[in-house]
């Protein structure tokens, strides 16, 4: 049965002022792609489009992805198609005037499944959106995405914190804080320098094998011969606000996260989820990406525009996807 995303975000700027950045090659590349590339007379209907990199909600090595405009309307809407490999789905993107600015809609009907090259294609519409915001009010709080196919076991989560980066960093290293949103039901322990202690109450205490307050904490777990790696990244946001990129890795394919990025109790997939639960509780989005041994890619060209990496986005209301 196909699936269909519907989503809408609210953005402070004029209607006319969003549209001019959805059919704008620069503007794409800012919050959508890599790359994006247009028929030389310009984007109309029955014209055809390119557009990828790793960026892109489905990651694709240049030339990208054959789109073709369908209909729309002069600064309100435009409809394309944009077949994938095993569907032929269409998106709509839809400006509508609104009280302090507009509202960008979404919908994107025909897909096979939930997942695209890396997370939902929800989550990865949620980045896009948010992404949009950030630049069409002239922000600088979005976070980086990345839509590229996970060739390892591997779990991350990106998230946006309302809050500086000193005080995320203190929640991951002030023993207090710490218990506040990564209770185990034991007592945590933290030596907050470079092989200092790091535990959580789990029967193997973690060591910090990497520390640069406020930015860095890497802390490794010995698990069953094998010693994965937890990093939290942190940068700063306008409005006093943080990115967290969150990733765990180096885990056997016997001790992986499942595809949700929800493990048990004791597993730090476990607690980096609760983490993005609480704060997506207060507002604020994230999205989560994991993997397994059988889901593994070849190695990827980037396309051009990719040298640099581009801010993901956060969101503020979002209509839920449907099924049809």
């Not at 699936?3 to 959508?32: K, S």
């Not at 030596?191 to 202690?197: A, I, K, L, S």
Request: charged fraction near 25%.
């Amino acid at each position: 049965m196909a699936l269909t995303v519907r989503m809408g975000i609210h953005i402070r700027a004029p209607r006319e002022f969003v549209f001019q950045h959805l059919l704008t090659p620069h503007h794409l590349a800012r919050w959508f792609c890599n790359f994006a590339a247009f028929d030389p007379r310009g984007p109309a209907i029955g014209t055809k489009f390119r557009f990828g990199g790793d960026y892109a909600i489905v990651a694709a090595d240049a030339p990208g992805w054959t789109a073709e405009i369908l209909g729309g309307e002069v600064l309100k809407s435009v409809t394309f198609r944009w077949p994938l490999p095993d569907a032929d789905t269409r998106v709509e993107w839809q400006v509508e005037d609104a009280a302090e600015g507009s509202v960008m809609r979404v919908v994107h009907s025909g897909l096979p499944r939930e997942d695209g090259t890396s997370g939902t294609f929800q989550d990865a519409w949620r980045v896009c959106l948010g992404n949009l915001k950030s630049i069409a009010e002239a922000r600088d709080d979005s976070l980086r995405p990345d839509s590229s196919p996970l060739r390892e076991p591997r779990f991350k989560l990106d998230l946006l914190v309302g809050v500086p980066r000193p005080t995320a960093f203190a929640a991951l290293t002030d023993p207090a804080r710490l218990r506040a949103w990564a209770d185990t039901g034991a007592p945590a322990t933290v030596e907050p320098r470079v092989d200092g202690g790091y535990s959580l109450g789990w029967p193997a205490p973690g060591r910090i094998v990497a520390m640069g307050p406020p930015g860095l904490l890497a802390v490794s777990f010995p698990m069953a011969g094998h010693e994965p790696r937890a990093t939290f990244r942190l940068e700063a946001k306008s409005e006093e606000r943080s990115g967290l990129y969150f990733s765990f890795e180096g885990f056997s394919p016997e001790e992986r996260p499942p595809p949700s990025g929800c493990g048990d109790a004791g597993r730090p997939s476990s607690w980096a989820s609760r983490a993005s639960s609480r704060r997506a509780k207060s507002g604020s989005r994230n999205r989560t990406r994991s993997s397994s041994s059988a889901r593994r890619a070849p190695p990827r060209r980037r396309g051009p525009g990719s040298a640099s990496p581009r801010p993901r986005g956060s969101g503020t209301h979002w209509e839920s996807a449907r099924r049809r």
